[in-house]
């Protein structure tokens, strides 16, 4: 059975960074465009960025540029995000989910909190 | 950016109804849309793409319908499991943007 395992919590302070892993079971990372996705607390998905396999490159939702950085370790089949300069805002939990226009399989969540 | 805008915010209906969700965007997206249901603590779940196709395992008294901007959701009988969040997604630009949410909560 196909499932994204992600890593756990996390509470940071404002100006830190974080990353949060992915880890594709069942399958290989190859066979996966992994994307990110946050929810902050009471609001709606929110698009971050993923891997755009027709281009071969990875995709930034422009909000996020020059602070979020994906990569992939194919040899443990784990995707990793890293967002740097945290502030309250950016409170939620992040999402893994394989798609590029939408998402049909997402891991559990893990959930960041910024406060100092 | 496309903004999408959902309503209503909150749906209150019983089980055995028949409700609708409305999705509009702030420009035509074609038929590029995506349904999600959310249940609290848990992530979304892919209900339908394309405005109009189940995902696999989907009940069929789901259905989608729309184009250009404006699109629904309809639940043809609420069941006890449906009550839940309810999220539309555009992938018509690079934007991907989601709706902000219609929750669907018990009568």
């Known amino acids: 059975q196909v499932q994204l395992v992600q890593s756990g919590a996390e509470v940071k302070k404002p100006g830190a960074s974080v990353k949060v892993s992915c880890k594709v079971s069942g399958y290989t990372l190859s066979e996966f465009s992994i994307h990110w996705v946050r929810q902050a607390p009471g609001k709606g998905p929110e698009w971050m960025g993923g891997f755009d396999p027709e281009q071969g490159k990875r995709i930034y939702a422009q909000k996020f540029q020059g602070r979020l950085t994906m990569t992939e370790d194919t040899s443990t089949d784990t995707a990793y995000m890293e967002l740097t300069s945290l502030r309250s805002d950016d409170t939620a939990v992040y999402y893994c989910?394989?798609?590029?226009?939408?998402?049909?399989?997402w891991g559990r969540g893990t959930l960041v909190t910024v406060s100092s | 950016d496309i903004q999408m805008t959902q309503s209503p915010s909150t749906l209150s209906a019983s089980v055995g109804d028949r409700v609708t969700i409305t999705c509009r965007a702030s420009?035509?997206?074609?038929?590029?849309l995506a349904w999600y249901q959310q249940i609290p603590g848990k992530a979304p779940k892919l209900l339908i793409y394309?405005?109009?196709n189940l995902e696999n395992g989907v009940p069929s008294r789901f259905s989608g319908s729309g184009s250009g901007t404006e699109f629904t959701l309809t639940i043809s009988s609420l069941q006890p499991d449906d009550f839940a969040t309810y999220y539309c997604?555009?992938?018509?630009?690079?934007?991907?943007?989601f709706g902000q949410g219609t929750k669907l909560e018990i009568k």
């Open positions: 997604q555009q992938y018509n630009s690079y934007s991907r943007a």
């Open positions: 989910a394989n798609g590029f226009w939408y998402f049909d399989i």
């Open positions: 420009q035509s997206i074609s038929d590029w």
């Open positions: 394309k405005t109009s």
